[in-house]
């Protein structure tokens, strides 16, 4: 590990953040001299941001804890183009109302992490200056700054055309629009610094060039390590779907849940890239093991749901989970969905209840998961496929409680 001099790049050194640098001892040193003001770009694709965003999201929250000035950057403008990085195929069109839609939601969520109100942080959006291009201008003023010959070797794009998969002319220009997003943030707001992942070091490195080319000044670059499970899996996505960061899209519970079910090998590493807990502490949780490792898991959900969702709400969450397994308990916190009253006076078929609760992904799914034993109906085990749920199921506080497994419960609620 690289003995920095900087709080900022100690802080993520020591916290697992850090992949490459372009320049590490140059930007130490700009780091220590005085604040420096750095950026990440986040393009609107959905109406949220999921988990695999966090990583990106606490980097900046310590450059702004380590005296530093970050620079959220709202893609309102790349969006519109999609960053093929990687990508197998182009990502859908979206038009200026979606976009504009989407970034509503994704701006709520970095208030919880950032200080936009007291000046220490920027939201700043790239449609302010590329939706006004004028292109014959922009191709050359910048465009005449970049190879094709170069262009065509970064992976990002030899794996693409190494597959044999189209890359049309619109995705090819988004490096070049990140790049200038770059030098546009350095003539405003004096920013040096570019950070994100690691498919983006090219995309990044060509953003330094142009700095170099344009306004003969010197960027840096920072990429942290695209993280899987040790299981591999893709982190921020479930066999269920992503798992969002805004609550109206998945409840604080479901969210605490997810990382409650944390790997074992994953919990140091994720209490240092996703948790404010002092490396201290976390190298005692870190050290638990056997069944005790379960507690380590409960304080990281716990932890991490309260940056997002709030400290009222990860406790809340963490109590709910405690009387379920525990207890045996229904708790109201529970994920609920609604059925008609009169659908459940006919009855309803558990396999259709199932999925309706997204407990399953289709009736075939949940009839495995009655053969394996694993779908019970208030905390009894069903047997039959062809159980069918009724008014008589309902238990004192009005619901029927789903569960599949012991892990995964949804209250159905009569209206």
Not at 52 to 79: D, V
Not at 111 to 122: E, T, Y
Not at 201 to 216: F, S, T, Y
Not at 255 to 269: C, I, L, P, S
Request: with cysteine.
């Amino acid at each position: 590990m690289t003995a920095f001099k900087s709080d900022f790049l100690r802080v993520l050194s020591e916290r697992g953040f850090v992949h490459q640098i372009s320049d590490a001892e140059g930007l130490d040193a700009a780091c220590v001299a005085g604040p420096i003001t750095a950026y990440i770009g986040f393009d609107a694709t959905a109406p949220s941001l999921h988990a695999g965003s966090l990583i990106q999201i606490m980097m900046l929250h310590w450059l702004q804890e380590t005296g530093h000035r970050p620079i959220a950057l709202m893609g309102g403008g790349t969006t519109m183009i999609g960053d093929p990085s990687f990508k197998d195929e182009a990502r859908k069109l979206l038009t200026v109302e979606d976009i504009d839609a989407n970034l509503a939601g994704i701006k709520r969520v970095f208030a919880k992490f950032l200080d936009f109100d007291g000046g220490r942080s920027i939201m700043a959006n790239n449609a302010d200056w590329l939706r006004s291009l004028n292109y014959v201008e922009f191709l050359r003023d910048v465009g005449r700054h970049f190879s094709v010959n170069r262009m065509l070797s970064f992976d990002s794009v030899k794996l693409r055309l190494d597959r044999e998969q189209s890359l049309s002319f619109l995705e090819f220009n988004y490096m070049i629009l990140q790049a200038y997003d770059f030098v546009e943030l350095y003539r405003r707001h004096g920013c040096i610094l570019q950070m994100g992942g690691s498919d983006q070091w090219g995309n990044i490195v060509n953003g330094i060039d142009l700095g170099h080319r344009m306004e003969d000044a010197q960027f840096y670059c920072l990429t942290t390590p695209l993280l899987t499970t040790s299981s591999g899996a893709k982190m921020g996505k479930t066999a269920s779907g992503a798992v969002w960061l805004e609550p109206d899209l998945l409840a604080p519970y479901d969210y605490w849940q997810y990382w409650r079910n944390t790997e074992d090998a994953d919990v140091g590493r994720f209490l240092k890239l996703y948790t404010k807990l002092p490396m201290t502490e976390i190298a005692r949780l870190e050290a638990l093991g056997g069944a005790e490792i379960n507690d380590a898991k409960k304080i990281l959900a716990t932890e991490i749901t309260s940056l997002v969702h709030g400290r009222p709400a990860a406790e809340a969450a963490a109590e709910t989970a405690r009387k379920t397994f525990e207890e045996g308990a229904h708790a109201a916190d529970l994920p609920s969905i609604e059925v008609p009253r009169g659908e459940l006076a006919e009855g309803l078929g558990v396999l259709a209840a199932f999925v309706r609760a997204g407990l399953a992904a289709s009736n075939g799914e949940a009839r495995r998961l009655v053969t394996g034993g694993a779908v019970k109906v208030n905390d009894l085990a069903v047997a039959d496929e062809k159980r069918r749920l009724s008014l008589d199921d309902l238990t004192a506080d009005g619901t029927i409680k789903l569960s599949s497994g012991k892990k995964k419960h949804v209250l159905l609620k009569p209206v």
